[in-house]
């Protein structure tokens, strides 16, 4: 938060599904397949880490296209 305080938007444990409709809700559209935040480190690494909208799913990490 701008104050610097932190706050958690998804409890460990919590479903990947309950992840993803926290910051995209399927209410006014149709349902995503997955959140996908990608990040360019300073030394020109891509992080990717792939969120499926399903309860039961499991989240993935890539760096530089290599699983973690």
Same mark, same amino acid.
Not at 12 to 21: F, M
Not at 30 to 37: E, F, K, T, W
């Given at each position: 938060? /701008? ?7 998804h409890e ?13 809700? +399927? +209410? ?8 996908? /935040?990608? /990040? ?13 909208? +399903? ?7 890539? /760096? +530089?296209?290599?699983?973690?």
């Amino acid at each position: 938060a /701008i104050d610097g305080s932190q706050y958690w938007l998804h409890e460990k444990g919590e479903s990947c599904k309950n992840a993803v409709h926290t910051l995209f809700s +399927d +209410d006014y559209a149709a349902p995503p397949l997955r959140m996908v /935040i990608e /990040i360019t480190t300073d030394t020109g690494r891509v992080v990717t880490v792939s969120i499926p909208y +399903d309860h039961n799913g499991k989240a993935s990490v890539q /760096i +530089d296209g290599e699983s973690v």
